[in-house]
């Protein structure tokens, strides 16, 4: 089974509030992923998470708080965005360091900021 | 110059056909290559994975690899109108703050009936 799942689907939330994007892997992987993915653009890797460590921050502004409570649930925290930080949110996981570096995505959160 | 490149498309191409999708990579110690497709709206689906130079065949699925000449493409047999879609190239690198997987802009495929 290589499924990851997200929730919600689709999230309207306006500049001044606080949500959260929630990410479940089952496959046993240790290595979670966020992604952002505009439109007609590549997805664009925000946070690597490997082991339930955080390994990469892409420079990701502050308004996007990752949380790894435990190896198989990766969180996004939301404050404060911006209208340009609408788009389509991705989860992946892959089986983690030193092992097959094939990514799963999940169906995504479409975020819309107004 | 882009990391990974692939022409944005569309590739039309009749239904039955065979679609031939081109990416070439700029990191030459890359090692794995991926490609994945995305249909309108939802999220990318991996369909194949390639670590060494030579042919790898899935179904109606085929990627090639030529480490000497940084290119790696996929060749879609039989296409259907069903596997119209946008096809991104991935590749992972090594960069000083990790291992990534480095996307390309993608194809879009569109499959004639």
């Not at chain 2, 110690?29 to 030579?54: A, V």
């Not at chain 2, 879609?76 to 096809?87: E, G, L, V, W």
């Amino acid at each position: 089974d290589t499924e990851v799942t997200q929730t919600p689907k689709h999230l309207v939330m306006g500049m001044t509030n606080k949500k959260s994007l929630k990410c479940e892997q089952h496959m046993g992987h240790r290595a979670m992923y966020w992604y952002k993915q505009k439109a007609k653009k590549p997805p664009e890797l925000m946070f690597v998470y490997s082991y339930e460590k955080l390994s990469i921050n892409e420079s990701v502004p502050s308004r996007f708080s990752p949380e790894c409570p435990n190896s198989s649930l990766l969180n996004l925290h939301l404050h404060a965005l911006q209208p340009e930080d609408s788009a389509l949110y991705l989860c992946a996981s892959s089986q983690g360091p030193g092992q097959s570096y094939e990514q799963y995505f999940g169906p995504g959160t479409r975020l819309t900021v107004t | 110059q882009k990391e990974v490149e692939q022409n944005s498309g569309p590739l039309s191409v009749p239904e039955g056909a065979i679609a031939s999708l081109n990416c070439t990579y700029s990191d030459r110690g890359s090692q794995s290559f991926f490609w994945y497709r995305q249909y309108s709206g939802k999220s990318p689906e991996l369909i194949m994975s390639i670590y060494s130079n030579g042919d790898k065949e899935d179904g109606r699925f085929t990627a090639q690899l030529n480490k000497a000449s940084q290119y790696v493409s996929l060749l879609i047999r039989d296409s259907q109108p069903s596997d119209s879609a946008t096809y991104l190239c991935a590749v992972k690198e090594k960069k000083s703050s990790g291992d990534k997987l480095t996307f390309g802009t993608g194809t879009r495929l569109a499959v004639r009936p």
